[in-house]
């Protein structure tokens, strides 16, 4: 999945529904006549008669427990299925797209599964799966799910059907946090710290596991309510699937780090009787992840390159572009290494996949999605296509398009073509008119007054709405609400529009988005209390050297401007020196080194500087209890304490920001 900064904010985010809104509820409306039509044409156009994936979801299961409720820390459960039991009808809503009616099926299934001897899955109790081999001694359990109340409620489950051993490894695949976030539900810190449990990770996981959104963590974890749709409630007007599974748990996230680490392509190893090859693939759907096949069980395990979807090239929610060519790079050497010697294939999300044949054909599939998808937009870019142009054009080929495995109910065939032209090209589609327009206030306040005021453009947008017409009543809307956002028309209409496109959404991640868009046009942004991705067990995995860099990001230019400083620090824990330097509005650092002549040197063990992050005591407590200490001007620390920048966690989105955070005014027409 991805990354870090869905993984506490989201989940913090999810329980604090109920939040009094800055307008009056406004509830989601019937769908209109054009998207009756567009569903219904979906209908007809895709083979919904092949229940295979049905048959695959349910062969081997065990056993549940009902609606797979897990009791959360409060009065709200962690995880439970009871909100979706509307997906029992055998016939889609006429408020969601019928081929993501049947994804969402599917990925309601829930339980404990055998997937052969001495392999078992738990789905359905979280958005990820949890893998558990057993081993001749002990459990082998890859990805423990988000969070600890869920992964612990996947592993009782597993011991009501099976022999109660004990957890003696833990595997991840990859660095989003639902395929770590649970691990203090299955194991205990000190029982890996006493070498009773050994932690398994691709190399490189403890940089990118929690470097890869830290940076601009605050603006991926507001987007991110948009692509999970966490602020909706669950239903056939509100939120369904997210494509990839059902939802985001509630509850701890937590992280152990790894105790080895898989650092050669491939690597064979025999963890209590069972022999796993790990195969690395970095950079494909997570800077670090892995896959692994069991020779001895004849399974593949894909982790998350290959499941029942379209996967993300480029995630809504933001972060960087993934390889096309590479991933599929990777899944041929899997197939060929791999393929002719596997029975199943299974993944860290979705259902497994039998029979040699079957196995192979998935394979072929999904690695020629992702090649198609990349080499075809870079085609159409080199005709000059921009990627609006290519996203309208591109089209996938009738031999996959019937393909349940390769419909974007996840990532989809726009925004991931998009993808392509923004790592190779960039932003810039070479039209000098866009090289420096409008920012976008001034930019709908002209828009608006070229088509003849407010009245007039919502006037022609009420017809254009009644013609089906939503993607452009969703853009001239925005313009009005952008150039007026008290505007109840237009921010109403415009609401109306999202929420008929919602409706009609093969992905989960876009119906979500429009529909969140369209309850904050209606309702306002929530006003709920922020959360944030730090706790104790996240913060540890932060390196001083991030810690620094984040620092960077945090220091408000203006309030620095004219001011010079250098300030040594070194973690008596891990003997770190560092020299942290603000000049010409910059915050930098260098390892290794003391300055001599520094404005202050702080001494310090970075548990301390961990519970003053969490503001569990500060730096003037810290001081006066011994724990800090400060030589030289202690008045620096504090100056550059007070430039630091805080986040609004819930920053508007589908409206302007009251202020513009500019650094330093410009000329218009610079």
């Known amino acids: 999945m991805h990354a870090f900064s869905f993984s506490a904010v989201l989940a913090a985010l999810a329980c604090a529904l109920g939040g009094a809104p800055s307008f009056a509820q406004i509830a989601p409306k019937a769908p209109e006549s054009a998207t009756l039509k567009a569903n219904a044409a979906m209908a007809r156009a895709l083979p919904f008669a092949n229940r295979q994936d049905f048959e695959d979801a349910m ?203 898989i650092e050669k392509a491939t690597e064979q190893r025999t963890i209590d009787g069972v022999e796993i090859v790990f195969q690395l693939v970095p950079g494909s759907e997570a800077p670090s992840e892995m896959l692994m096949y069991l020779p001895q069980f004849r399974v593949l395990n894909m982790a998350e390159d290959v499941t029942h979807n379209m996967h993300n090239l480029y995630t809504i929610r933001g972060a960087e572009v993934r390889d096309g060519n590479l991933w599929a790079r990777y899944i041929d050497q899997a197939r060929v290494a791999f393929g002719e010697k596997t029975d199943v294939l299974i993944a860290q999300h979705h259902w497994p996949t039998t029979g040699r044949d079957r196995i192979v054909d998935l394979l072929k599939k999904q690695r020629d999605m992702y090649k198609f998808i990349n080499d075809q937009s870079l085609r159409l870019l080199n005709h000059g296509y921009t990627a609006a142009d290519i996203a309208e054009t591109l089209r996938m080929p009738a031999s996959l398009e019937q393909e349940w495995s390769a419909r974007g109910y996840y990532g989809t065939l726009r925004h991931n073509a998009k993808a392509v032209y923004q790592k190779y090209l960039g932003w810039y589609d070479a039209n000098p008119a866009n090289l420096n327009p409008l920012p976008p206030v001034d930019h709908a306040k002209k828009t608006v007054e070229y088509m003849g005021g407010a009245d007039a453009v919502i006037a022609r947008a009420r017809e254009d709405f009644r013609q089906g017409e939503f993607r452009w009543v969703a853009s001239a809307m925005s313009q009005v609400v952008y150039a007026d956002p008290a505007n109840r028309a237009a921010r109403e209409l415009g609401a109306d529009a999202l929420e008929q496109l919602g409706y009609q959404s093969e992905a989960g991640t876009w119906r979500s988005a429009y529909l969140v868009g369209a309850m904050e046009l209606r ?73 001599s002549g520094a404005d202050a040197t702080v001494t310090l063990g970075r548990a301390t500087l961990d519970a003053i992050t969490l503001k569990q005591t500060t730096f003037p407590e810290a001081v006066q209890s011994g724990l800090v200490k400060i030589e030289g001007n202690r008045a620096k620390l504090g100056e550059l304490l007070s430039m630091l920048d805080t986040f609004e966690p819930m920053f508007p989105v589908v409206e302007p920001r009251k202020q513009a955070a500019r650094s330093q005014d410009q000329p218009k027409n610079q």
């Open 523 to 595: 309702n306002g942004v929530p006003k709920i209390p922020g959360a944030s991705s730090s706790n104790a067990d996240t913060l540890k995995a932060v390196s001083n050297d991030l810690f620094f860099d984040f620092l960077g990001v945090r220091l408000d230019a203006a309030k620095a401007e004219g001011k010079a400083m250098v300030i040594n620090w070194h973690f008596t824990d891990s003997n770190q020196k560092f020299v942290l330097t603000l000049e010409n509005s910059a915050l930098t650092h260098v390892a290794g080194l003391q300055a």
């Open 59 to 261: 062969r081997g299961f065990i056993g549940t427990v009902p609606d797979a409720a897990v009791p959360g820390a409060g009065p709200r459960p962690a995880w439970s299925m009871k909100p979706y039991d509307f997906l029992k009808a055998n016939e889609a809503a006429d408020t969601v797209n019928p081929s993501l009616w049947r994804q969402a099926q599917l990925n309601a299934i829930h339980g404990l599964f055998k997937v052969t001897d001495r392999v078992y899955q738990v789905r359905g109790f979280d958005i990820a799966n949890m893998t558990i081999v057993e081993g001749d001694n002990s459990l082998i359990v890859i990805d423990p799910l988000l969070t600890a109340e869920t992964a612990r409620a996947a592993l009782a489950l597993y011991r009501q059907h099976r022999p109660k051993k004990p957890v003696g490894t833990v595997i991840y695949t990859h660095g989003h946090a639902d395929h770590f976030g649970g691990v203090k539900g299955v194991v205990s810190e000190d029982d890996v710290a006493a070498g009773k449990v050994q932690v398994i990770a691709p190399s490189g996981f403890m940089e990118t596991a929690v470097a890869e959104n830290i940076l601009a963590g605050n603006a991926m974890s507001r987007r991110s309510q948009y692509q999970f749709g966490t602020l909706l409630p669950p239903g056939v007007r509100g939120q369904v699937d997210t494509g990839l599974g059902k939802a985001l748990a509630r509850g701890t996230i937590t992280l152990i780090a790894p105790t080895s680490t």
